[in-house]
């Protein structure tokens, strides 16, 4: 990374609060790294090896495979996280449809498909090799979603980025079309590491994975109108991915400060979240973690932890709401039982699958 | 009043490309670390007048390194560059490949400074400390402070290893600052009543514009933290977040910041706020709703107190020059039981 601030090396999660029994994760540690993290690195390595054209990543639904012989990296096993994705970074020289790869390995219980074109580079192979592998996954998966990342937009000017995403778009369906296959399931984003575009892109692949979002969209949407939100995300907050915000627009500036203030929350946790028999309570207060921030121009940022992983992140301007910060506190309970509600019914079958 | 708003000169200098511009940008003009290669050379002296808490102003002397303007200090502008210097900042570059060579531009700096302030404070920082391997950094920066202590004369100074990189440069300067507040002892003394008072674990005040630490006192749990570096590290995050705020608000860093900040978590409860025109305070206290609220209130009340202060004729709530009078510590007791 350019740019080695503290924050980018920060490990802790923000739910441990000394709760936690492994004491392993309150130091830094390689692998404990943010999901975010590591994609974006392995963009980065895959996206400056001159040899690699397309490089792709695969999200794959739970279960944990046995390691075989043939080739292939497991990223990581995302088991602090919200939901056990795995997400597997495929060298982009690697020729996976040749026949000594399994295809049911790599592509059975598939999610999503994760494909990353360098937009600064010749995309001509690129999007070729994605156009045969599109064709030959969809025989065999046709539900898995394609998701295109048109990386490392930051480089090009306003002008030539729309075309070149234009460019892209235009081949890949035109390619399925004339091969009988239309309304492919393929998603375009447009994303680079020097914004938050890449975490948005991410968090959209994510939210397409996630059983009841409709769900979620409609509790976070009537809390929001209720409470005069003016936009609302349902971090993950390890990877700092949303898997959730309300239907009113995209506000990236919204996600940039939700995003950087859960940061702020949690790097303080870490300086004075520490252990000692002599730190005694004073009286009752809530077990999950609360907190609240108004800045210069009157803008409020209301955080509230949910459960072990998520977190509820909005920003308020309206100045009525603000002063009614104890019936915003009670609504977020609310909608925090409702929440833990619809997860505990999908873990619970979960669980029940897992025992049969 | 013009008597209070003493300006103290500042000097800055050491070795072309040692850091000197870049760090100043960072603390006093809101620069984060990677927006200092924009900076090129220092040409000759650039005078700023820096503004810290509120009625204290840095009269902040960034000397250009090159070897040309060097000798032009020693020599025809000796007098004007060394006169009336309440501090000299001197940097070294720690990748420097001529250590003699800088030790003695420095010694003759130093043999300058004796001749016209004599009572200067000197400040060492060894710069670039990311830059080596960070098994080998206390080491070598623990050589290379006593190299710089055996030039410095009769000086009493005081070293620091710094990076723009991480919290190191935000110890450095607080370090410095520190020394420069004049009545630092009222205003420690009346933080650590209060603290008592609220049975806060740690209480810090942070200057306003830089979010520098001017000051803290913690409780005997609170020293128990195993986290040593919280300080500079709380300046370093705050900091980052106001840089998004004002990029997100369509606003400049400067005058962006923070109202207040509530956080309760089952660990421990931190207010930030406003206390004085120029300062933040940050409290730790244990977890409890009550006594979190409780705390809240008291500081308000504080802040009262303090604001009563400077209407009666002191510039800010912390009066200046040092109380020679038990009043000012009458009136800081009286903040505090409020």
């Known amino acids: 990374m350019a740019f080695p601030h503290v924050r980018r090396t920060r490990s802790m999660d923000f739910n441990k609060k000394g709760r936690l029994s492994n004491p392993c994760l309150l130091h830094r540690s390689k692998s404990s790294k943010t999901v975010a993290q590591l994609s974006l690195e392995n963009i980065l390595q895959g996206t400056t090896n001159t040899a690699v054209s397309g490089h792709s990543r695969v999200i794959l639904e739970p279960s944990v495979k046995p390691r075989d012989a043939k080739p292939r990296l497991l990223l990581m096993g995302l ?7 795995q997400v597997w970074d495929f060298p982009g020289q690697l020729e996976y449809l040749e026949p000594s790869f399994d295809l049911e390995d790599i592509f059975g ?11 600064q580079d010749d995309y001509l192979d690129s999007v070729a090799r994605l156009n045969r592998t599109i064709l030959t996954v969809q025989q065999y998966y046709p539900g898995i979603n394609v998701e295109v990342f048109i990386h490392k937009v930051d480089g090009l000017s306003e002008e030539y980025r729309h075309d070149a995403y234009q460019d892209i778009v235009q081949r890949i369906t035109d390619e399925l079309n004339d091969a009988g296959y239309e309304n492919a399931p393929v998603h375009f984003y447009l994303t680079s590491i020097y914004d938050y575009s890449v975490f948005e892109a991410f968090s959209k692949v994510i939210q397409k994975l996630i059983p009841n979002l409709s769900t979620l969209e409609n509790l976070i949407t009537t809390l929001g109108n209720n409470c005069g939100f003016e936009k609302t995300y349902l971090f993950d907050v390890l990877s700092k991915i949303y898997i959730a915000s309300d239907t009113r627009p995209v506000d990236m500036a919204a996600y940039e400060m939700c995003s950087d203030y859960i940061d702020v929350i949690v790097d303080i946790s870490e300086l004075y979240s520490w252990d000692h028999p002599l730190r005694k309570h004073k009286g009752e207060q809530m077990q999950e973690a609360e907190s609240h921030v108004v800045l210069h121009d009157e803008t409020m940022l209301h955080l509230m932890e949910m459960n072990k992983y998520l977190c509820l992140v909005s920003v308020i301007r309206n100045p009525e709401a603000r002063e009614k910060k104890g019936l915003i506190d009670m609504n977020c309970r609310t909608f925090q039982e409702a929440l833990n509600d619809v997860f505990s019914r999908s873990w619970e079958r979960e669980e029940e699958h897992a025992t049969e | 009043m013009d008597a209070r708003k003493k300006k103290r000169k500042v000097l800055l200098m050491g070795k072309s490309g040692s850091g000197k511009s870049s760090m100043r940008s960072i603390i006093f003009s809101n620069y984060v670390a990677k927006d200092v290669r924009r900076l090129g050379a220092t040409i000759d002296v650039e005078h700023s007048h820096v503004k810290f808490m509120g009625n204290l102003t840095l009269n902040l002397w960034d ?24 501090v000299l900042i001197y940097v070294f570059d720690i990748e420097s490949r001529e250590v003699d060579r800088d ?31 960070a098994e080998h950094r206390q080491r070598i920066y623990e050589e290379r402070s006593a190299l710089i202590r055996s030039r410095s004369e009769h000086f009493r100074i005081d070293t620091f290893g710094s990076s723009i990189w991480d919290q190191s440069l935000y110890k450095a300067w607080a370090g410095i600052v520190h020394k420069l507040i004049p009545n630092l002892t009222v205003i420690e003394r009346f933080l650590s009543a209060f603290a008592k008072k609220i049975d806060a674990e740690e209480v810090i005040l942070f200057e306003r514009s830089t979010f520098l630490t001017v000051t803290s006192v913690s409780s005997e749990v609170g020293d128990l933290n195993p986290v040593y570096d919280r300080h ?7 900091k980052a977040f106001k840089h998004c ?52 209130l008291n500081t308000m009340l504080a802040r009262e107190g303090f604001s009563k202060a400077a209407a009666s004729g002191r510039s800010d709530g912390f009066p200046l020059p040092p109380p020679e009078t038990p009043e000012d510590a009458v009136a800081n007791g009286v903040a505090a039981h409020g």
């Open chain 1, 79 to 85: 088991r602090r996280s919200f939901m056990d994705f």
């Open chain 1, 109 to 119: 219980s598939l999610g999503a498909l994760v494909w990353v074109i360098d937009a």
């Open chain 2, 63 to 86: 000397c250009g390194g090159q070897d040309a303007f060097m000798e032009t200090y020693l020599a025809s502008q000796r007098g004007n560059i060394f006169s009336d210097v309440a």
């Open chain 2, 103 to 133: 030790l003695d531009t420095y010694n003759a700096i130093i043999q300058a400074l004796r001749e016209f302030s004599p009572n200067a404070y000197v400040f060492c920082l060894v710069h670039k400390m990311d830059l080596i391997q």
């Open chain 2, 232 to 238: 500079e590290r709380l300046s370093n995050i705050m």
């Open chain 2, 245 to 296: 705020a004002a990029r997100n608000t369509l606003t400049t860093p400067a005058s962006a910041g923070f109202v207040v900040m509530h956080t309760k978590t089952p660990q421990f409860n931190i207010f930030l706020g406003r206390f004085t025109d120029n300062t933040y305070i940050f409290l730790v206290v244990p977890p409890g709703e009550a006594a979190y609220n409780c705390a809240v």
